[in-house]
């Protein structure tokens, strides 16, 4: 590779393995472009300014003071209306104009030079002397060894720099190029991200941070030929801490990149201030709060790209009066609200990804007026929308993902009238009807996914006219009848590569649903209700998997990368690690707490931290949990052994006296699932590696993490339990289940058949969990009746409660029903016998056993 990194981007924005990004998107792109580049020379070329031999000077001039002295000149500093910093000096009647030096001006005060920052940075800055801002002022006065004066242009440059470094290097250094060690030259070997899941890393020569060159050649520092910074990229270095504020106050930067780093808190409203700023991207972090409003009010944004944190309330409406804004990603993100209508006033927005949020509402029809809209994806939401027809006036629209939530109505026919269509995902929706004729009419169409929908009849011939069509999935739908030859023709040397049908029968007695006379499906699944499981069969090969819905179709396999890095073998940090105190402070449970990363070593702390878990949720605050609230951390001592303790104690004593593995964002899965443990015997399951060892969570047996997106060797970064399967593992208990499930925030699918638990649901703690979809409680002793409570989040579509003792009416609410409904279950299961039904049959026909 070449030692010159680029200012663009390595990789897109997504968890998906698609192609990366080229810098200048095709009209059918497959993944977000890279930024276009500041027009500005970014040069690893040294500087004017001499390179000093070696970290340590041959002679040192005796250490100056921060502090006021009596020698002062009693001048005034001042700043630039662009920001930078003017230092007067005695003797002048100006500001002095200095050339670049390697001698120190003694005759400038270091009391001035202090006044003059603080001019900008504000008038308490330096009040702490083991701050990041006087520990880099007192780096660059006596010890930096390139001997920069103040009045040098690039003394306020350099300084932030610094000051940036030694703010994110408290608990642990970075990833590479870190400081030099006394006895160091400056040259370093960086480890550049190339791409991710799983991260690969090509080394490249640079220069160290806070060595003795030139600001400009550090490591991920780029700069114009007037040594201006004007970009930092330093994606996947194990940066930690919050938003470095001292980066505002360059007043030429133009690109931040801080990509796959552990940063926290909140990200502070002052970056609107940056005027010259075009891209920003802080995705893969662990930033929490809301997004700031005034972002959208900057002049040159073009690039905004938060996804993957913590951020919480809605999207602004004032991202409708950006007039620069091309990309806006705010994907896996807890954000809830709606999309506003005010979005289609971004005339340029290109590339917007809204993906796997709490995000509800309706698709709002103003998207049509994205006239250079490309990419539009707002799947694993909870919002409740038909196709609205506009999105037809898209000129240029490429990839459209609705997936996996309560999408209603039909497919539009203006849908296939989008001549750049590649990629249409609508699986696991509640789309109906019949799949439109003018499909044919997409000839770049190359993915059509619509598995898991209610959508009948047949498969069109004019399918056959796609001839870009690679992934076909119409499984686990409706459709019956075979599939025609003219779908067939494109297999082979047209290109089809994946074509699954439900064309395999329920029993040898049976017919399937579909028909596959020419065998030509790659897959053909079981059309049941009842099945619970995702795998199909390969007429030709054998039992093989679904592909996963964000696994593109197979491509050669590329040349491997030269000189790669596995992350795996890269040193581990021997830094002290913070405590909780450190970080941001808890406000809510789970999403604020402090970086999933830093262990809370103090048992008083992590007790602190788990009564804020459980008083900030409002189920489980009202829970059995609720005992342990303002109790000292006495009442646990030995009470995870004693059998005759309650759970949530059992657990709580587990979790803060004897778990000294948890990590601060583990604490909610690793309490919700110790109490699950102790209420249903947990001793005694048939299946139970790794529960309450040491171990991740994502670890234990039967706990699944971050399906279908990310991959365990991303832990613990990327981490979120989406899927419990303790199937047929010998739970039991007389109780109902623990109220504390709820703190599983990311929950999709609980299964639980084949136990032998018993009591009452807990319908609201499990209701409200706001990404369920799947919950399997049949086989079981449950008793009483079924609530409505069981849908609250909206989202639920499959439901099985059979071979249990409820009794009463099974709700008429859950029924699927065309309209009026506050859910629509697609497939559920009940004892008819004992429940009285008012759903059975229809366009769904539910079984009863």
């Avoid at 998906?16 to 993944?31: C, G, I, K, N």
Wanted: hydrophobic fraction near 35%; aromatic fraction near 8%.
């Amino acid at each position: 590779p070449s030692p010159t990194p680029t200012l663009a981007p390595t990789s897109s924005p997504t968890r998906d393995p698609t192609p990366l990004a080229s810098a200048e998107p095709t009209r059918q792109p497959s993944s977000p472009p890279s930024p276009t580049p500041p027009t500005v020379v970014h040069s690893m070329l040294p500087s004017s300014r001499p390179l000093a031999p070696t970290m340590t000077p041959t002679t040192k001039s005796p250490p100056t003071t921060l502090s006021p002295t009596a020698g002062s000149t009693g001048l005034t500093p001042t700043s630039n209306p662009n920001g930078t910093l003017v230092i007067p000096t005695a003797g002048t009647n100006g500001p002095s104009v200095m050339s670049p030096s390697t001698s120190f001006p003694f005759f400038i005060s270091p009391a001035l030079v202090r006044s003059s920052l603080e001019a900008v940075l504000g008038d308490s800055t330096f009040d702490n002397p083991s701050s990041p801002q006087s520990r880099a002022l007192d780096w660059i006065l006596n010890e930096d060894a390139l001997r920069v004066a103040p009045t040098d242009p690039n003394f306020f440059q350099r300084f932030l720099l610094a000051t940036f470094y030694l703010s994110t290097t408290k608990y642990q250094p970075w990833l590479s190029c870190n400081r030099p060690d006394p006895g160091m030259g400056p040259e370093c070997v960086y480890r550049k991200l190339i791409s991710t899941f799983p991260d690969e890393f090509v080394q490249v020569e640079w220069v160290r941070w806070m060595s003795a060159t030139d600001e400009c050649r550090w490591a991920g520092v780029f700069c114009d030929d007037f040594n201006q910074t004007r970009a930092i990229e330093l994606d996947a270095q194990e940066i930690r801490g919050e938003f470095p504020f001292a980066l505002i106050h360059l007043p030429f930067l133009q690109s931040i990149r801080l990509v796959r780093n552990e940063l926290y808190g909140t990200i502070p409203s002052e970056v609107s201030q940056m005027n010259e700023l075009a891209n920003l991207e802080l995705h893969y972090n662990y930033f929490s709060g809301p997004i700031p409003s005034e972002l959208f009010d900057m002049l040159a944004l073009s690039r905004l790209n938060l996804g993957d944190n913590q951020l919480t309330s809605t999207i602004p409406t004032e991202i409708g009066q950006m007039s620069t804004l091309r990309n806006f990603f705010c994907f896996d993100n807890p954000i809830d609200g709606s999309i506003p209508s005010e979005i289609g006033n971004t005339k340029f927005l290109t590339f917007t990804r809204m993906h796997n949020t709490r995000i509800g509402g309706t698709l709002p029809t103003e998207v049509g007026k994205l006239a250079q809209l490309r990419e539009l994806w707002v799947s694993r939401n909870l919002m409740a929308f038909t196709i609205p027809s506009e999105i037809g006036m898209i000129p240029d629209m490429t990839d459209f993902r609705i997936h996996a939530q309560n999408v209603t109505g039909t497919l539009p026919i203006t849908l296939f009238q989008l001549q750049f269509l590649k990629r249409f995902d609508a699986y696991d929706t509640f789309i109906s009807g019949t799949i439109p004729t003018e499909i044919g009419l997409s000839s770049r169409l190359s993915e059509f996914r619509v598995r898991g929908s209610l959508l009948d009849g047949t498969l069109p011939t004019e399918i056959g006219a796609a001839v870009g069509m690679r992934s076909l999935w119409v499984h686990r739908t409706l459709i019956s009848g075979s599939i025609p030859i003219e779908i067939c023709r494109l297999r082979g040397s047209r290109g089809l590569v994946q074509l699954t049908a439900d064309c395999k029968a329920e029993t040898p007695d049976e017919d399937p649903k579909v028909l596959d006379p020419f065998r030509c499906a790659t897959a053909c699944c079981v059309h049941s209700v009842n099945s619970s499981s995702f795998e199909c069969d390969n007429p030709a090969y054998g039992p093989t998997a679904v592909p996963d819905p964000n696994t593109p179709p197979p491509t050669p396999t590329p040349m491997p990368v030269q000189r790669t890095l596995n992350p795996a073998t890269l040193r581990p940090s021997t830094a002290p690690m913070p405590v909780a105190s450190t970080a941001a402070p808890i406000t809510n449970a789970p999403f604020l707490l402090p970086p999933i990363h830093v262990p809370i070593v103090d048992e008083e702390e992590r007790w602190t931290v788990l009564q804020s878990i459980i008083s900030t949720n409002e189920i489980v605050s009202t829970s059995s949990s609720a005992e342990l609230l303002g109790k000292p951390l006495s009442v646990l001592k030995g009470q995870a052994f004693n059998t005759t303790a309650s759970p949530t104690k059992r657990a709580a004593s587990w979790l803060i006296l004897e778990d000294q593995k948890g990590r601060s964002g583990e604490l909610p899965w690793r309490y919700a699932l110790a109490v699950l443990y102790f209420s249903t015997g947990g001793p005694n399951w048939t299946r139970r590696g790794g529960w309450l060892s040491p171990a991740h969570v994502c670890e234990w047996q039967g706990v699944l993490c971050s399906w279908p997106f990310y991959f365990k060797s991303n832990w613990p970064a990327l981490d979120r339990i989406v899927s419990l399967n303790l199937d047929s593992n010998n739970l039991t208990g007389e109780s109902s289940l623990p109220e504390e499930l709820n703190l599983l925030q990311d929950l999709v699918s609980l299964f639980l058949s084949n136990n032998a638990l018993g009591g009452t649901l807990p319908a609201l703690a499990i209701g409200s969990i706001p990404t369920l979809l799947y919950l399997y409680v049949n086989n079981n002793q449950f008793t009483g009746e079924i609530s409505t409570d069981l849908g609250n989040n909206g989202r639920l579509h499959t439901l099985f409660v059979q071979e249990n003792n409820f009794t009463g009416d099974f709700p008429l609410e859950f029924c699927a029903m065309p309209s009026g409904s506050i859910l629509r279950l697609r497939e559920f299961g009940l004892d008819c016998r004992l429940l009285r039904c008012f759903c059975c049959g229809g366009v769904n026909p539910t079984p009863c056993f």
